[in-house]
């Protein structure tokens, strides 16, 4: 049976409210691509059950971060920072297709990397990224579930910083826990006896910025601040896996010795990287040709959109 020629964008109530009324700039965009090729385009409140429900309709599905769960279904995903998404077929970054790209600098020019990576900068940054050291802590930003290794991780993130503050005795540590978590009473006495056995880590909350700019490099499971790091010229060892992995030894392949080893002696061209992975690997929704990105992302992912 052919599929109808139907959209369904599943959000939760904040994001559809702004779909709704128009100021959902992405999802309006991806709206206005498929209404223009014949779609009815469905807004829909976001649940288990109506994603569930999704595969049993006749047409498409979209949802928000959440993993498609039939073969007429995608995911979107903010590319971490606007205006920049992805659409994919798996709610898992390390599986979105560039991360199973291999990332070749030869094929940006550098001046344009250059100076679109500087824009960035001042924008994102507020000055933060012009004024950049290189002698300060190792910054470690951790994210959720401190206690436990999870699939995609190489050791749980107490252990993590436990190897971290081993292997660099001499080196201070700057933990940081992420401003809108809610960590355990066990985390927090995990965090505590670290801080106790030893004494070159020091907790803290938040500060991105200002840890990005004196950092010596990153170690993280896979957190945003390790690729906005780039932007800094911070290279990252990665404890987990995903999609923007290309330059950062991955603790996953090389072991702790071999990745620590290698994050000291790191070079990578940042600037191209970033421009790479976001300009020619995400979709703009501010650009011109935005519906025409959005177009041509789901025929590669299958979908019957003529």
Not at 66 to 90: K, Q
Not at 256 to 273: H, I, L
Request: charged letters at 25%; a neutral charge; one cysteine or more.
């Amino acid at each position: 049976m052919p599929v109808a020629k139907i959209l369904r964008v599943y959000l939760d109530p904040e994001p559809l409210q702004r779909a709704r009324q128009g100021k959902f700039n992405f999802v309006n965009r991806a709206a206005s691509a498929l209404e223009s090729q014949g779609f009815r385009v469905e807004y829909r409140k976001n649940s288990d059950v109506q994603r569930l429900r999704s595969v049993a309709r006749n047409g498409y599905a979209l949802f928000l971060m959440d993993d498609p769960l039939h073969d007429r279904a995608l995911t979107m995903r903010r590319s971490y920072f606007y205006p920049f998404w992805r659409i994919e077929a798996s709610a898992k970054r390390w599986e979105f297709e560039v991360a199973q790209k291999a990332f070749d600098p030869g094929e940006v020019d550098p001046r344009v990397a250059r100076d679109w990576a500087d824009n960035w900068r001042k924008w994102l940054f507020k000055g933060a990224a012009s004024q950049v050291t290189g002698d300060g802590p190792i910054y470690i930003p951790l994210q959720g579930r401190l206690l436990h290794q999870r699939s995609f991780q190489a050791a749980s993130p107490v252990e993590m910083l436990a190897q971290v503050a081993t292997h660099f005795p001499d080196t201070p540590i700057l933990a940081t826990l992420h401003p809108s978590e809610v960590y355990t009473q066990a985390e927090h006495k995990a965090l505590n006896d670290l801080v106790s056995r030893y004494p070159n880590i020091t907790l803290a909350t938040g500060q991105m910025n200002e840890a990005l700019a004196a950092c010596r490099f990153v170690v993280t499971q896979n957190s945003s601040a390790a690729l906005f790091g780039f932007f800094f010229g911070k290279p990252a060892v990665l404890y987990g896996r995903i999609d923007f992995h290309h330059i950062a030894p991955n603790v996953h392949e090389l072991g702790v010795q071999e990745a620590f080893d290698a994050v000291q002696n790191m070079t990578p061209d940042f600037d191209r990287y970033l421009y790479w992975f976001t300009m020619l690997n995400a979709i703009q929704a501010d650009a011109e040709d935005c519906e025409d990105q959005i177009l041509r992302t789901l025929r590669k992912r299958g979908w019957q959109v003529d």
